[in-house]
């Protein structure tokens, strides 16, 4: 059996104590030597952050790894997997990363249906740049660049997801450790785009672990059925990222469709392509 | 010197690029070398498009103001352009449409008789025009063939008619017996240049004038094994590029000023991470949108001294599609040498303008990368003597790769410790030496014309054809520098040694190139600049130089 620790390098770990993005380590390292012990080569992950505490994680884990920068983890995702589609493209990124610096990438990979995962640390607020609102705060979040309160509505990323085109879109919960695995395990092994939305608390921002704790409740238990588009829609408006008494975590949504890695390459492999003569080309020109 | 100008102009979606290149294609077959150049505005319908196609017994890289023949399709065409003609010029143009002094068919007529849609005019154009510079029916028949895609039966009798038009030849248009070369542009040079030096991946958001090369490679996928990709946005483009280099592709970018304003962030990670990608960078005038269809030479240090940060990165400069093909694999080849960023500085002028291609193909060959060879523990940033770390790629079994943006130990980890920082500096930037002496193997700068004037024009990239042809008629000296980063300052000192007078030309506002040497101590005497979005052409240089030199 594959521990976690073996997974682990020897990078110092520098989240804060109680930091949610502990648990979702521990869960991504759990599901990647489960893979590994069922006969997976890990050599074939990549795995790619963003700028944030989020993207830390990619320190802290034995695999290859591209720490990208602010917003930038999809597009560095879709290049890799086009390079090389044998490998299993994993990313990582902060509520700030995904959903404020990159949006217009997050968009078009769920419209793309690239075959990739992505996992967004959620804590709804800037931890790195110490406590600043994100586009997931809650309406009025009194943020070092709101002291008044934030002037805007949150963004409900389950949503624009479902809208975008993703066919895996799910939410995890940092506190649930054992569902959140059985989350990431599936969206890993779903043919497509898999977004995860994965609510955490930011111990020293805006510690949000009890308000979760009373209100998340599993999908799985509730009859939700995943290949029901309108279903997931009303799941997700069930909570707004607001206020509220219940917050469903699970998989909202999940159909398969032709992916776009398989469309653009037509089996072709770029990093195995083959030099051609280009004097035939040439000779059309004359 | 036996040669031919000819100009055709009409409104947008009559057309005219495509006849153009027709005309040039005919010109061609008779042994001519060619240049052709097309000025068009950005609109899709209407406004007023020209070409001008120069034909010549000796390569060109060039065209000239004036012309001998001008084709219109509409009045513009006249209006706008007939003081150009030389003496004995003539105007062939379109009765059905333009009122001028020539030979007047009615193309519309011909066309409308046959049936055949308003754009066939341009087809009647080129049937006309062949008859006038006696050109053989059969070769016009032939080029057709070649050229047409759509409805070929119905264009070669709408060109024959047009052919049979005109009763005498104007222009008595002698074949030379010279091997007929592939036409290309700019940018299918530097798209050919790329894939001879083992291109895998082409990713571009459409831009002019870079777009061509995007379509070029898109539509000869298979038949060059390229993917290509069009993301959405720039910054896309390069995030997608830098991952697949760290996949392991041999990958190229291209766009113009405010497409890779937007990649300078990522351009900088490519430092960092020491991700090895082309970029085609294919100046138009700005700021900002600027003058989208038009040329300038006004982005050289922004593309030399582009990216946050301390870092090395190559820029050459092509002057022609030989140079495009050559320094093109040149780029791609030091990229994977030395995991840096490297450009390809173009301009509109150079990139949508044709040439007659004359390059020895072998000459560029995918130069391997340094390879991991699997032994010990992989560390992407292992401090080697000449800063070249081995590269492995996800997938290896044996390596756990890590690349990152974030300054790092050798293995790839983050960290924020002195010794390590500094360490890390110093390894990146050592690979410039290596780099330099690699480069030093390379043709730098070039020199042409007459090499014991004391006079020398100065110039880089697409304004070399233009002052090679002014200095042989005046007994002058060219100097053009190749690769603009890391500047080759001794070669440059080299080739300007011996000369009184050196004269700076470009197509900016301020004299980048001369600003650029001058903080290497090396100091021009005058600049002759030109900035109205439009190329230096052969007389009109010619009239500046002798302005300066009187």
Redo the contacts between chains.
Sequence with gaps: MTTVKELG???DNTWCPGCGNFSILTSIKKVLAGLKDGGF?L????M?SG?GCHA?I??YI????????HG?VP??????????P??VVIGHSGDGDAYGEGV??LI?SAKRNINMTYFIHNNRVYGLTTGQFTPTSPPGFKGRSTPLGSPEAPMNPIELMLSAGATFVARGFSGKIKHLQDVMLAAINHKGFAFVDVLQPCFTFFNTYDFYKDRVYELEGEGHVTSDRTAAFEKAGEWTYGEGDRIPVGIFYQVEKPTYDET??RG?V??K????D??????K?? | MKELSILIGGKAGDGIRQAGQTISILLNRLGYRIFFYDDYPSLIRGGHNFSIIRASEKPIAAHKENVDLIVALNQDAVEKHQNRLNPGGMILYDSDHVEAEGVGIHLNEIVKGLEGKPIMRNTAAIGGLAKALDIEWAVVEDVMKDTVEKEIELNLKIAQTAYNKVEEPFFALQKLEQNMLPLISGNEAISLGAVQAGLNMYIAYPMTPASAILHYLAAHEDDLGVVTVHPESEIGVILMALGAAYAGARTMVGTSGGGFALMTEALSLSGQGEFPVVFVMAQRPGPSTGVPTYTMQGDLLFVVHAGHGEFSKVVVAPGDAEEAFYLTGLAMNLAWKFHIPTFVLSDKHLSESIFSFDADLDKVQPEDALLWDGKGEYKRYLDTKDGISPLAFPGNPAATVKSTSYEHDEYGITTEEPEQIARMQKKRLRKREGLLAELAKNEQVKIYGNPESKTVLLCWGSTKGACVEVAEELGLKVVQPLVLEPLPIEELKQALSGSDKIIDVEVNATGQLAKLISSHGVCVDDMILRFDARPFTVDVLLDRVKEVLS
């Design positions: 390098t020897y990078a080569d050599s074939r992950v990549a790619v700028i830390k990619v320190d034995d695999v290859n790894s591209f720490y990208s920068i930038r597009p560095a995702m879709t290049g890799i997997k086009l390079a090389n044998d490998l217009e990438h078009f653009l390459l072709r770029p990093v392509l083959k030099l051609k280009i004097r035939p080309v040439l000779d020109h004359v």
